[in-house]
DNA sequence: CCGGATCCGAATCGATACTG
DNA sequence: CAGTATCGATTCGGATCCGG
């Protein structure tokens, strides 16, 4: 351990020691939307290796940033201390930064719940929200997102399966967005809303169009300013 | 490369495959100081294998974060471009959120330039800053910071080395802090200015011991509540 | 000295198989 | 469901070497 250690006496330093190693911060994210079973977190994160993620959560907890909890029915989940849920201002600032260079999707990139869910909040602009019921599908994800007096929250819905807690808001959304990849260009401002339709980035299945203007202003993150010069 | 891909359509994961090699972040820190070269970043990073230096700066630039310049005497340096700059409030907020957890340092653990002067900029609070000029020695480590109106200048001074541009501050500066690695509690709330001096941890070597006061309003991350209840 | 490249043993990661 | 065990493929760390 010793051995690995960065040898400074340093914030940001000791923050990489303890969420630095692969896969660890995208552990956080996905426990950050909420406790998640092991089982659940596997499938969140399919490309992790099963001994990987039994090696990170096992670190998290050495550094305090996760706690196991067995529940009281069946199984455990594991979630995150305060300590842990402190890394959500890392985990958003990352995720915007990262938003300019995500360009178009690999060959199998898939999008899940968790990772769907920390980009509307990452994009989420309190002070441009205007009160609305968001259901949104991507790829085969479907949130709901609720806003309310510039507060968010999404929550899972639907296939595959039923949420895991009642709270799923009732009553009608005000749109159903199906979406792909494209959403990203709405998102970052590259194009329109009426573009977005016209080019089939994505539907407004249920709803009026307007509502989609709305999202649009709720969920942005401007682009860098040209690289070139500076 | 493929391979090493995490398969998700989603900008933490974005980013994390483009800073999340180990030493990424900390040559990012390093740099966000200003331009350096090769040889000061091995010697800001000791522990740091200079094949991964060198791995590292190759992959930052080809992720367009970092830019070799070359210089018009002679050498070269490594600058961060607009993008690679864009990572400051991800640094700063990972700075912020380990400044938690670093407890007492470890044996040989270091402080250099860099790492002091982004803890200077992670604990600055804009609002509650003084106009002021410091004088703060850590370790070996000498640094001037200017406060004014709002706005945090950071330099590093003499020993070893007089600063590479000419840009010291003049005049005298209101305080001169002479500190070890128990600034930390000050910073954090842990102990008042008075109590710092009484134990030890400082000394204000130059300059009202009034200054110290300001120095901690200006600079402070306040702990974490409690994390035994939730 | 600056700016690396090379080589090699040690540690980590990824993939798959297996278990209580 | 919640992980261990195993093993080959990578990566990292440490040291040395090399061309300007």
Redesign the pocket.
Known sequence: MA??SYGQYCGVTTAVELIG???AMLIVRDLLVGPR???DLKQGLP??????L??R?KELQEGGLVR?VPLMNC??VYELTSYGRALEPVVLALGRWGFQAMGEPEDGDIVTGASLTMALRTAFRPDAADDAEYELHVGDVALRASVNGGQLMVAQIAPPAPPVDGRIPDGEPDAVIVAGPGIRRLIAGEITPAEAIEQEELDVVRGEVAHLESFARTFHIAPLKDPVIV
């Open positions: 051995a690995r190693e692969r896969w079973r092991y089982t490309r992790i290796p099963t001994n990987i039994s090696a959560l196991r199984g455990l």
